[in-house]
Every structure is written in C-alpha cells, then in structure tokens.
C-alpha cells in the first residue's frame, strides 16, 4: 500500500491467499485528489477494513469498490464522481456497511441518531465544506450507509453563474458600444466619421451575430446522433471568405494575415459549419493576438486529410488551459491582450464541428505563439 504513495499512474497487484484481495488496481493521481479532499478517511485502513462477503464498498463515494470474485477478493477505483453519480440507478453510488463507516467517519454520534430509521437521507458538510448525502438502508444483516457525494451540485451551480454572466456580458459589450454609436451619430457631421461610425456597428453586429450562431450551433451539435450534411467543397475559397470577412478586425490591430494554399482544395465536409469554424478560430487569433503581429495559415494536403494550422504570435496558453481545450472542455476562459477574460466557446464550438466530420481538433503552442490544428478526411467518413 505504500507504493501507491510513491508511484503513479496505473497499479496493479494480485494476491493468491483466498483471505485477501485477489487483484488492485488504483488509479494513483485521481485518488491523491481524493485523498486531499477526504484527508479525515485514511485509504489503507479502509482497503483493510473486511465488508461482509459479496457486498460493495464504496467510502464516501470516491469510487473504491470492494466485491468477490471467483472465491477472490478484487478493489477498483474509478475517479469520475459526477458520472457515477449522474448514471443508471443500478450503478449508483452501493450501501457501506455501517460499522465500516463509523470507523472512519466524524459523523458518528449524528448517524447513530438517524441510523434507527430506515431510508432516512441526512445532509452533511465534510470538513472540506463539501456537501454528503447519507441514507441508511436495513437489511437482513444488519445496517448500511450509502454515501453520495454532492460537491459536484455546487460546481454545477457556479458553472450556471458563471455562464449567465457570460451571456450578459457577450450581449450587454456589443450593445452598449453599439447604443453609444448611435448616439454620436448625431454629431456626426463629416463623411469620415459616419464611416467610422458605421464600421464600429458593423464590429459590433458581427460579434452578436457569431454569439447567437455559436450558442444555437453548440446546443444543436450537442444532441447525440446528429450528423451534418456534408458535398464536396472547396476549403480554399472558404478560407479565404473567412480571411476576407475578418479583414476589418485584422486591419484594426494592424495584424496581417498570410495564407498558404492551393487555389482549391476539395473536402467532403458541410460548407457552412467548416466556414463558422474558420470564423471562430481566426477571429480568436485576431481577437487575442498583440497588435502589429502576423497571423499565418497553412493549408496542407495529404492522400486522405487536408490539415489546416493557424499561427499566431501571441504569449501562448498555460499547460493546463491547453488540456483542457485539448479535452473538449467548454468552461475556461481566454485573455486577449489587454486583459480581458472570455469564455472560450468559439474553440469548442470548432472542435465539436471538426470531430462531428470524423476529422481531428487541437491546439498547441508553437515557436511563436499558439497554433490551431484541424484535420478534415477528403472523402466521406463513417463515425
């Protein structure tokens, strides 16, 4: 057991003495994690506490289960909570034998008060100001305590805050900027500063207008089973739709854009959703990169894919942003240049397109800055 505090990764071990477990296999970063949350439950004297035979342990739902097979004892760990939690009633979180629980547990004196009542639920906070869910169950030997662990409702509940104020700020920016155009309209006696005007509400449209497109897009590439339409198309002149209707936005910050590709380039892709893909990432090159840099886009082909790299000559994004990006997480958060912090959903939104074409989504840092990749297949793909 002490291994397990020195390694990390996947560990596994057998036993052959029937009085122990036959096979361990602990997933050692996850449940260092776990660990840390529940440093009052010490996982060795846990693992060595003997359940009666043939049930299922699971000690404060950290995914630690204990079962018998084949005249063997085998313990498993899985580190996902909230899908443990969210899954089929036959797979949710098992009972634990009471007299387990009590033995590792600072509830003791308030679970022996409820312990007598059968399907009793008790809201607990850990030392860690998480939040457990207690049921006791009686059956015919004797008292269990099944365990839930529900911090993950608080995340959820921070992450809905969090994404409102996001919409809010996403709608209330571009209207404000667009309300105060408005206004100086009226003092707007010059050809020049109609113009300038006019453009500016033109910014502003196009950013509501890729807000709206994004949002409805992710809810309906989120439904499972749908799959676009997709013809034969040419990437090239998409691509240079794209450069074309950012060159405001690149001529503002003074970034210029070169390209690198064949004049045509054929995918079996759906047009529209590979060029609001391409929207979204130049837009977040031009959106987040320094003034007066270069953006480069590279279009290669090769016998089956046509890989598309962005280039930007930004600071770059930190290892843990890129995981996360990289793992298809919608909720982190990008800083442009002057500081400002956005959601980084036009990335996610691409990486859901690319993947629904069977193709390939990633993101890394280069020589100079980050670098986007996609990867699309040339000829039709079954997913």
């Known amino acids: 057991l002490k291994s397990l505090h020195d390694g990390s990764g996947f560990i596994e071990f057998t036993d052959d003495r029937d009085d122990l477990f036959a096979a361990l296999a602990i997933e050692f970063n996850h449940i260092k994690k776990r660990l840390d949350a529940y440093e009052s439950y010490p996982l060795p004297e846990l693992i060595l506490g003997r359940p009666a035979a043939g049930k299922l342990a699971v000690p404060f739902n950290m995914g630690l289960m204990v079962l018998d097979k084949n005249g063997g004892r085998v313990l498993r760990f899985s580190p996902s909570i909230p899908r443990l939690l969210q899954a089929e009633p036959s797979q949710s979180p098992i009972p634990v034998p009471v007299n387990v629980f009590l033995q590792h547990s600072p509830y003791r004196s308030r679970l022996q008060e409820i312990t007598a009542q059968n399907g009793r639920t008790e809201i607990l906070r850990n030392n860690k100001g998480g939040l457990l869910a207690l049921t006791t169950l009686k059956y015919s030997d004797g008292i269990y305590v099944m365990v839930q662990d529900l911090s993950f409702l608080k995340i959820q509940e921070l992450a809905r805050k969090e994404f409102i104020a996001y919409i809010s700020h996403e709608i ?16 707007a006696h010059s050809a020049e500063r109609l113009d300038e005007i006019r453009l500016l509400l033109k910014d502003d449209l196009f950013r509501l207008e890729q807000f709206t497109k994004n949002m409805l897009l992710i809810a309906m590439l989120d439904e499972d089973g749908h799959v676009p339409e997709k013809e034969k198309s040419d990437l090239s002149l998409l691509l240079r739709q794209a ?6 936005i690149a001529e503002k910050k003074q970034i210029t854009v070169k390209v690198t590709a064949r004049e045509t380039q054929r995918a079996n892709i759906n047009p529209v959703l590979i060029r609001h893909a391409l929207l979204n990432i130049l837009h977040n090159a031009l ?37 996360k990006i990289n793992e298809g997480c919608l909720r982190y958060t990008l800083k442009n240049d002057q500081g400002e912090a956005h959601f980084g959903l036009g990335l996610y939104l691409s990486a859901r397109i690319i993947e629904r074409h069977g193709g390939h989504f990633s993101i890394d840092n280069g020589k100079e800055g980050a670098c986007v990749t996609l990867r699309l297949p040339r000829e039709e793909t079954h997913e």
């Open 172 to 187: 209330k920016t571009p209207l404000t900027s667009m309300s105060l155009a408005v206004h100086n309209l009226q003092s």
């Open 243 to 248: 450069v074309g209707e950012l060159a405001r």
């Open 287 to 323: 959106r987040f990169g320094p003034a007066r840099s270069t953006v480069r886009i590279v279009v290669k082909e090769e016998k089956s894919w046509l890989t598309l790299e962005v280039h930007d000559q930004g600071p770059g994004l930190e290892a843990g942003l890129l995981r």
